[in-house]
C-alpha cells in the first residue's frame, strides 16, 4: 500500500477520489490546485490532508500521482512532472477522457524511468468542482486503464488495488486507440449533440420564450449534459479529434437518411429507425449493476421536493432495522425532482423496506424503466 498520493487537481474527479482515499484506506493525501478556495474546501471536508498550490511540493514526495485536471492541462502537467525529482518507483496516473493522445505523451516520464499508466473512470457529472465531489461517484462504474506494453503488470495491479479501494469501481484494461473510439461514441458525440440541441433550441428561444417554457421531459432528459465544463470538453473534443469527425460524418448521414425518409413520407423506415432504437436502448446494461459490488435489489419512490424527505425515508427504514446499501436521488429526471432510488443486498430488506413505504403512503417502484409498468 503506498503511504502518500498526490492528487493534481482537486476538482469533481480529483476531489472524489480523495474522498474515497480517506474514507476507505490509510493513505496520506495531499491536493494540488490553482483554486486556493477549493483546496482549503477539501481540508475542510476531509478529502485532503494537506494541500499546496506548489506542483514540486505535490509531487516529490509521493509514491502515487493521479493527474485529474482537463485534458489539455494534463499533457502539459505530465511534462512538467518529467522535469522534477519523483520517487524512483513512484505511479503516475491520470483520469483524463481521452487515452491515445495523453498515453502519447506519457513517454517523456517513461524516458526517466518513471511508471505512467493512462487511467479514465467511466462516470461522472455535468457538474464540476469539489463542491459536487463524491466518495462513492463511481461505485459500480467502470475504470479503465491503458497501460504501456511494457509497464509490468504488477505496477498495474498495485494501482488498480488502490483505485479500487478508492473508487469501488470496477478497473478493467485497454489498449487506448481502442478506449477513444468506444468513449467517442458513448461520450464524446452525445455531448455534441446535446450541446447543439440546446445551442438551436436557445436560438429559436431567443425569438419565441414559449421554447424554453415549453421545454419537457424529453428534451430535459437528452441535453442534461449539455450543462458540462465548456473547458473540459473543448480539451476532450480536441484531443480525440480524429475519431470525432469520422462519428460526427457518420452522424450527419444517419441524420440525412431520416430527413430524406421524412420528406419522401417513407413511414416504414421512420418506424424502422424508432424500433431499432428502442430495441438497443433497452438492451443496455444498467450502470448499477456491472460492477463488482452488484447492488440487487433496488426500488425507487417519489419523494416530494421538501427539505428533510430524505431523512424521513431513512429514519423510516432505520427504524425498521432495514439496511440500504445505497441511496441515490436521481439527476437524470429532472422534471421529477423527488426520485429516490434505494439499493439492498438482501432481498429481505428489499421487501421490507416496499412494505414499510408503501404502509405510509408512499410511491414505491421497482424499475429504473417502464415506469407505469413496474408500479409495485
Ligand atoms: N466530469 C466528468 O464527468 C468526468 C468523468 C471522467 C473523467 N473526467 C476527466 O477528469 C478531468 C477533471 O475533470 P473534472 O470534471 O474533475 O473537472 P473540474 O473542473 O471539476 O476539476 C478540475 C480541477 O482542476 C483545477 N485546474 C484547472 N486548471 C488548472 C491549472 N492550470 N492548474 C492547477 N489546477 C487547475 C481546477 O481548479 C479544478 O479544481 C478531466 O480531464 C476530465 O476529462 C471527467
Ligand atoms: O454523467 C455525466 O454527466 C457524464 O457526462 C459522465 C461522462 C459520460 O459521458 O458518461 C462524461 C465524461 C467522462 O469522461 C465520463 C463520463
Given at each position: 500500500m503506498p503511504e502518500k498520493v498526490a492528487i493534481l487537481g482537486i476538482g469533481l474527479i480529483g476531489g472524489s477520489i480523495a474522498l474515497g482515499l480517506k474514507e476507505r484506506t490509510d493513505v496520506h493525501v495531499i491536493g494540488f490546485d490553482r483554486s486556493q478556495a477549493d483546496l482549503r474546501y477539501a481540508l475542510a471536508i476531509g478529502a485532503v490532508d494537506e494541500w499546496t498550490t506548489s506542483l514540486r511540493r505535490a509531487a516529490e514526495d509521493a509514491d502515487i500521482i493521479v493527474i485529474a485536471l482537463p485534458v489539455g492541462k494534463i499533457k502539459q502537467t505530465i511534462e512538467e512532472l518529467a522535469q522534477l525529482h519523483l520517487k524512483p518507483n513512484c505511479i503516475v496516473t491520470d483520469v483524463g477522457s481521452t487515452k491515445s493522445d495523453i498515453m502519447e505523451a506519457g513517454h517523456c516520464l517513461r524516458e526517466k524511468g518513471i511508471v505512467f499508466i493512462g487511467g479514465h473512470p467511466m462516470a461522472g457529472s455535468h457538474q464540476s468542482g469539489i463542491q459536487a465531489a463524491?466518495?462513492?461517484?463511481?461505485?459500480?462504474a467502470y475504470y479503465v486503464l491503458t497501460p504501456d506494453?511494457?509497464?509490468s503488470l504488477l505496477e498495474v495491479q498495485k494501482l488498480s488495488q488502490l483505485l479500487h479501494l478508492a473508487t469501488k469501481a470496477e478497473l478493467v484494461l485497454m489498449e487506448p486507440h481502442h478506449h477513444d473510439r468506444i468513449v467517442g461514441a458513448i461520450s464524446h458525440l452525445p455531448h455534441i449533440i446535446a450541446a447543439g440541441l440546446v445551442n438551436v433550441v436557445g436560438n429559436y428561444n431567443e425569438e419565441n420564450e414559449w421554447f424554453h417554457r415549453l421545454a419537457a421531459g424529453g428534451f430535459r432528459d437528452l441535453t442534461r449534459?449539455?450543462?458540462?465544463?465548456p473547458i473540459m470538453w473543448r480539451d476532450i473534443l480536441l484531443s480525440n479529434r480524429q475519431e470525432l469527425l469520422r462519428l460526427m460524418d457518420e452522424w450527419v448521414q444517419k441524420m440525412q437518411e431520416v430527413r430524406d425518409a421524412i420528406k419522401k413520407g417513407q413511414k416504414q423506415t421512420i418506424e424502422d429507425f424508432f424500433k431499432r432504437s428502442r430495441k438497443l436502448r433497452q438492451q443496455l446494461p444498467d450502470r448499477k449493476r456491472?460492477?463488482?459490488?452488484?447492488?440487487?435489489f433496488e426500488c425507487f419512490v417519489d419523494i416530494p421536493d421538501q427539505p428533510g424527505a430524505i431523512a424521513r425515508i431513512a429514519t423510516l427504514l432505520a427504524k425498521e432495522n432495514i439496511n440500504i446499501s445505497n441511496l441515490e436521488v436521481m439527476e437524470n429526471r429532472e422534471e421529477i425532482p423527488g426520485v429516490l432510488r434505494l439499493s439492498f443486498k438482501e432481498e429481505k430488506d428489499y421487501l421490507a423496506a416496499i412494505s414499510v413505504l408503501k404502509r405510509d403512503n408512499m410511491d414505491v417502484y421497482?424499475?429504473?424503466?417502464?415506469w407505469e409498468e413496474s408500479r409495485v
Amino acid at each position: 500500500m503506498p503511504e502518500k498520493v498526490a492528487i493534481l487537481g482537486i476538482g469533481l474527479i480529483g476531489g472524489s477520489i480523495a474522498l474515497g482515499l480517506k474514507e476507505r484506506t490509510d493513505v496520506h493525501v495531499i491536493g494540488f490546485d490553482r483554486s486556493q478556495a477549493d483546496l482549503r474546501y477539501a481540508l475542510a471536508i476531509g478529502a485532503v490532508d494537506e494541500w499546496t498550490t506548489s506542483l514540486r511540493r505535490a509531487a516529490e514526495d509521493a509514491d502515487i500521482i493521479v493527474i485529474a485536471l482537463p485534458v489539455g492541462k494534463i499533457k502539459q502537467t505530465i511534462e512538467e512532472l518529467a522535469q522534477l525529482h519523483l520517487k524512483p518507483n513512484c505511479i503516475v496516473t491520470d483520469v483524463g477522457s481521452t487515452k491515445s493522445d495523453i498515453m502519447e505523451a506519457g513517454h517523456c516520464l517513461r524516458e526517466k524511468g518513471i511508471v505512467f499508466i493512462g487511467g479514465h473512470p467511466m462516470a461522472g457529472s455535468h457538474q464540476s468542482g469539489i463542491q459536487a465531489a463524491r466518495s462513492l461517484l463511481f461505485e459500480n462504474a467502470y475504470y479503465v486503464l491503458t497501460p504501456d506494453p511494457e509497464t509490468s503488470l504488477l505496477e498495474v495491479q498495485k494501482l488498480s488495488q488502490l483505485l479500487h479501494l478508492a473508487t469501488k469501481a470496477e478497473l478493467v484494461l485497454m489498449e487506448p486507440h481502442h478506449h477513444d473510439r468506444i468513449v467517442g461514441a458513448i461520450s464524446h458525440l452525445p455531448h455534441i449533440i446535446a450541446a447543439g440541441l440546446v445551442n438551436v433550441v436557445g436560438n429559436y428561444n431567443e425569438e419565441n420564450e414559449w421554447f424554453h417554457r415549453l421545454a419537457a421531459g424529453g428534451f430535459r432528459d437528452l441535453t442534461r449534459i449539455g450543462a458540462s465544463d465548456p473547458i473540459m470538453w473543448r480539451d476532450i473534443l480536441l484531443s480525440n479529434r480524429q475519431e470525432l469527425l469520422r462519428l460526427m460524418d457518420e452522424w450527419v448521414q444517419k441524420m440525412q437518411e431520416v430527413r430524406d425518409a421524412i420528406k419522401k413520407g417513407q413511414k416504414q423506415t421512420i418506424e424502422d429507425f424508432f424500433k431499432r432504437s428502442r430495441k438497443l436502448r433497452q438492451q443496455l446494461p444498467d450502470r448499477k449493476r456491472i460492477g463488482i459490488l452488484k447492488p440487487r435489489f433496488e426500488c425507487f419512490v417519489d419523494i416530494p421536493d421538501q427539505p428533510g424527505a430524505i431523512a424521513r425515508i431513512a429514519t423510516l427504514l432505520a427504524k425498521e432495522n432495514i439496511n440500504i446499501s445505497n441511496l441515490e436521488v436521481m439527476e437524470n429526471r429532472e422534471e421529477i425532482p423527488g426520485v429516490l432510488r434505494l439499493s439492498f443486498k438482501e432481498e429481505k430488506d428489499y421487501l421490507a423496506a416496499i412494505s414499510v413505504l408503501k404502509r405510509d403512503n408512499m410511491d414505491v417502484y421497482s424499475k429504473d424503466e417502464s415506469w407505469e409498468e413496474s408500479r409495485v
